[in-house]
Nanobody, 122 residues
Framework: QAQLVESGGGLVQAGDSLGLSCAASGRTFSMYAMGWFRQTPGKEREFVAV????????YYADSVKGRFNISRDNAKNTLYLQMNSLRPEGTAVYYC???????????????WGQGTQVTVSS
């Protein structure tokens, strides 16, 4: 069973950049597609980006395309999300998650981190 721990959240201003990391335990990290999601109070968890096992395919939500970049280092069991040109609507708790399939639906993810807060001030 994989354990995921996010880090890198914080308070930034609109237009700033911020990088998130997700450290995975266990030897199975490279077997999973990895995704980032975000959630604000009272709303459903929203898909942000996903990357396949080999880092050869990535998908992004339209709202972040061109500003966010997802990447992974299987040797370090770590997933990354580089967020540029942040907007106030990007304020949320960001979660990393692992899935056996390259999918956007949160219901298809097997393991989740505890989340890290990102706050973007205007």
């Amino acid at each position: 069973q994989a354990q995921l721990v996010e880090s890198g959240g914080g308070l930034v201003q609109a237009g700033d950049s911020l990088g998130l990391s997700c450290a995975a335990s266990g030897r199975t990290f490279s077997m999973y597609a990895m995704g980032w999601f975000r959630q604000t109070p009272g709303k459903e968890r929203e898909f942000v980006a996903v990357i396949n096992k080999f880092s050869s395919i990535t998908y992004y939500a339209d709202s972040v395309k061109g500003r966010f970049n997802i990447s992974r280092d299987n040797a370090k069991n770590t997933l990354y999300l580089q967020m540029n040109s942040l907007r106030p609507e990007g304020t949320a708790v960001y979660y990393c998650a692992a899935s056996r399939s390259l999918v956007r639906a949160s219901s298809e993810y097997d393991f989740w981190g505890q989340g890290t807060q990102v706050t973007v001030s205007s």
